[in-house]
Structure formats: C-alpha cells, structure tokens
C-alpha cells in the first residue's frame, strides 16, 4: 500500500512536469509560428485568425517531434525538485533505489510515447494536412500544379503562351506509364502526345513509344520511338509534393506503407519515418536515463546549474547525431534500420553504464 502510494506520487509528479514543459513548448511554438504565419499572409487580406489557426494547428505536430527533448526537460525538472526537496533520501529510506524510481519514470515515458503515437498522432497528422491544404490554397502560383491519386497522376504546367495537362496511369521508378499531354496555346488545344513511357527524372522527359498529333490549319499526326518533351517537372519536384511526412500518422505508415509507396511517397523516407516511431518510446525512456545521469551526479545543489547546461548541450548533440545518423541512411551510406536505431543502442550503452554508477550512490 506504501509503495502504491509512492509510486502514484512519483508518477503525478512526472506527469506534472511534463505537462508544464509542454505547455512552455507550446507557448513558444505559437509565438514563434504566429510570426511566421503573419508575416507569409502579409500580401492577403485575412485578418489575424487565420494565421493564428494555422498555428494551432502546426505546433501540435512540432512538439511531438521535440517530444524527446520535453521528456528530457521535464525529468531533469522533477529529479531536482526531488533531490532539492530530500526526497529522493526519504525514498531509500523506504527502500527505493534510485534505479528502482528512475524505472518508474522510464515506465511511464514509455506509455506516453505509445499514447502519442496511437492517439495524438493521427490526430496531429490530419491537422498537419489541413494546415498545407489551406496555406496551398494561397500560393500565389497557381500555373504550376500536380497531383498523385489512386487514378493516376495530373499535372498543370505554363511554359511561355503554352499549357500543359498531363495524365499518366501511374509513376514507375523514373517512367510515367500511359502517357497522355495536352497542350492548349491562347486556350485552344494544339497538340495532344499519347506514349506508352516518360523518363521523367531529368528534364527534358524522353517519351517513348507514341504518337504525336498536331491539330489546326496543319494538323498532322505521327508515331515515334522516342520524343524530347520539355517540362518544368521531373521526379524529384513530383516527389516533393509528399515530401512532408507528418501529414501520415504512424498506424497508416505501419499499415498502408505498401499503398503509399504506389501513390509516389519516397520509400525510403517512408522506412525511416516507420522506425523513427517505432524508435520513439525507448528514445524516451533513454531521455529519462540521460537526465538522471546528470542530474544525480551529485548531491550539492550549486552544481545544479552546470549539470543543467552541460546536459542540454548533450542533449543537442545527442539531437544532431541522431539527425545526422538518419540522413546517412536515407542517401545509402549506411543501411537504414541501422541509421535510425544505431544512436539508441549507443545511447543505450552510455546510460546503463551511468545508471550502475548512479545506483551505487
């Protein structure tokens, strides 16, 4: 009975702090977007509400991405106030060690991270996808347009007094499949290509294998093994219109993954973005670890403040290895799964090493 009543108090505590941190978060975050958003709608006339929805709806999603750093804020805050108030002494007193608490800190981020990943994401990530859909409807370029969808895909080009309309079956590889482009000057249809291929991943695209009809006064119409078609687009820019992943909550990655690559989602960003979430609960759990290590070093409170801004730099750090670890494996230098997980298991070996040392304290 004692010790349920300790660990529902440790647990409050934590969950107390972490919500604080993450209320501070969120304040930042919207003053922080709210300036950007104001300043991006400067040229319409929309008022003030809108940049602030826009806001709300964005900083969920950023602070889930930060959600680790939170994790680590808030269990450096709970650990001090701890340490600072004697409790942590009151607690081996009753027969806690510290690996035993720290446990049940690590415990409870694991939940929460598996809470946000199965509740508050599909939910961030709908909101993510509003948030470009609306700012999207107020581009000023509207000549340049495409779209990936289970029928196909569609794209609207302006070179010089010509207009393009584009539609393939679907995006192989490099190749667009089933090729059919219009081309309209001064709104009236002038050219029409049908092929069974495009190369689209430089531009000029090479067509292959269609037919190429000429309308008007001259109109004549001719076959071809292979045709140069200038466009503006290639596969990397088509890519780019899904290149923001946070608009795909983790359960469609985990159960759709295949249905996405179909659509033109980057597989390979879609395997790092599946074990980033898979990663993120254990990356919580070692943000609890790390903040200990740091935090319980020592028993004098004037070292608080050093071990304050040593760990946050470590945290960064920590933050950029992990970043980077990850861009290795997205360009093939080291295998992926190995680039997302390596700096946990590094991690790993750092803090069980801490924790012993901590534990004999």
Request: charged fraction near 15%; aromatic fraction near 14%; proline fraction near 2%.
């Amino acid at each position: 009975m004692r010790n349920s009543v300790i660990n529902t108090y440790l647990i409050k505590e934590f969950l107390f702090s972490t919500l604080n941190i993450v209320l501070i978060f969120s304040a930042a975050g919207l003053i922080m977007n709210l300036r950007e958003e104001v300043t991006y709608f400067t040229d319409y006339d929309v008022g003030i509400i809108l940049p602030i929805a826009l806001s709300f709806m964005i900083v969920p999603s950023i602070l889930i991405n930060i959600f680790p750093f939170i994790i680590f804020i808030s269990s450096m805050w709970v650990l001090i106030k701890l340490k600072n108030n004697g409790e942590i002494l009151s607690l081996k007193t009753f027969g806690f060690s510290n690996v035993r608490f720290l446990s049940l800190l690590g415990i409870s981020s694991f939940f929460l991270g598996v809470i946000i990943l199965l509740a508050f994401n599909p939910i961030t990530s709908l909101m993510v996808k509003y948030y470009e859909d609306i700012k999207g409807s107020y581009d000023l370029d509207k000549s340049h347009l495409a779209s990936i969808t289970n029928n196909g895909v569609w794209i609207k080009e302006e070179i010089g007094s010509n207009i393009n309309f584009i539609k393939s079956k679907k995006l192989d590889g490099d190749l667009l499949i089933d090729v059919s482009i219009y081309t309209f000057n001064n709104d009236v249809l002038s050219q029409r290509i049908e092929a069974k291929t495009a190369n689209i991943l430089n531009t000029p695209w090479i067509v292959k294998d269609g037919s190429k009809t000429m309308l008007g006064k001259n109109g004549s119409n001719e076959k071809f093994e292979t045709l140069i078609f200038e466009s503006t687009f290639n596969k990397a820019k088509l890519n780019s219109i899904y290149s923001n992943l946070d608009t795909i909550s983790f359960y469609r990655i985990m159960t759709e993954i295949e249905e996405l690559e179909n659509k033109g989602y980057n597989a390979k960003l879609l395997q790092e973005k599946k074990h980033y979430y898979l990663s993120l609960p254990f990356f919580l759990i070692l943000m609890v670890f790390l903040a200990s290590i740091f935090t319980l070093s020592s028993n004098e409170r004037k070292q608080n403040i050093y071990y304050i801004i040593l760990s946050i730099i470590t945290c960064v750090v920590i933050f950029y290895f992990k970043n980077f670890s990850m861009a290795l494996g997205t360009t093939e230098r080291i295998p992926l799964v190995i680039s997302v997980w390596s700096p946990i298991i590094i991690l790993t070996l750092f803090c069980s090493v801490g924790i012993i040392q901590i534990n004999e304290k």
